[in-house]
T-cell receptor, first 116, second 111 residues
């Protein structure tokens, strides 16, 4: 099956710094990727839809200046958490839309961000 | 709006069958999915069903869809300890590609 890789898998940073998380589709091209946030023991919350070559579409309540998304190529989308605060600590998961007609999403392994 | 609900926790003994239930509200769902999440990991697609199907079987997994009641279930036959994980149902509705995820059911398999 298709493989999606996230990097880093775990990052610890200080408050006020920015952190970039990468999401790569390794063996297929993904024009659409999604970024989710997951709190402990909770479901996935869609943050934004990342479209290659255009601006991301953010869900209501998600600050676009806080969570910068760039989808510069067909295999890479990045999420940058700017001026991170402890409340940004979370598990961030990306997914890439497959090329089949079932709308299957392939998920990355997730990136755990801890802001001190 | 879209709302997908699941029970939070299910415990079964090894070898028994597990049934995880999911209810949704959006009648325009086109595809419904079951994902498995192990601790600290991303989501793994287990199976999916198209909205015009009632049932789909894939080895130990059986998906039942009652579109009238907007009820989806996942049955895992001969449940093993390796099946312990959180299971999410998800629906795709309308013409877009966004998925709405359920609240997740933690399955614990005991010896």
């Amino acid at each position: 099956g298709a493989v999606v890789s996230q990097h880093p898998s775990w990052v610890i940073c200080k408050s006020g710094t920015s952190v970039k998380i990468e999401c790569r589709s390794l063996d297929f091209q993904a024009t659409t990727m999604f970024w989710y946030r997951q709190f402990p023991k909770q479901s996935l919350m869609l943050m934004a839809t990342s479209n290659e070559g255009s601006k991301a579409t953010y869900e209501q309540g998600v600050e676009k200046d806080k969570f910068l998304i760039n989808h510069a190529s067909l295999t890479l989308s990045t999420l940058t958490v700017t001026s991170a605060h402890p409340e940004d600590s979370s598990f961030y998961i990306c997914s890439a839309l497959g090329t089949g007609n079932t709308g299957e999403l392939f998920f990355g392994e997730g990136s755990r961000l801890t802001v001190l | 709006g879209e709302d997908v609900e699941q029970s939070l926790f299910l415990s079964v003994r090894e070898g028994d069958s597990s049934v995880i239930n999911c209810t949704y509200t959006d009648s325009s769902s086109t595809y419904l999915y079951w994902y498995k999440q192990e601790p600290g990991a991303g989501l793994q697609l287990l199976t999916y069903i198209f909205s015009n199907m009632d049932m789909k079987q894939d080895q130990r997994l059986t998906v039942l869809l009652n579109k009238k009641d907007k009820h989806l279930s996942l049955r895992i036959a001969d449940t093993q300890t390796g099946d312990s994980a959180i299971y999410f149902c998800a629906e795709k509705a309308g013409g877009g590609n966004k998925l709405t995820f359920g609240t997740g059911t933690q399955l614990k398999v005991e010896l």
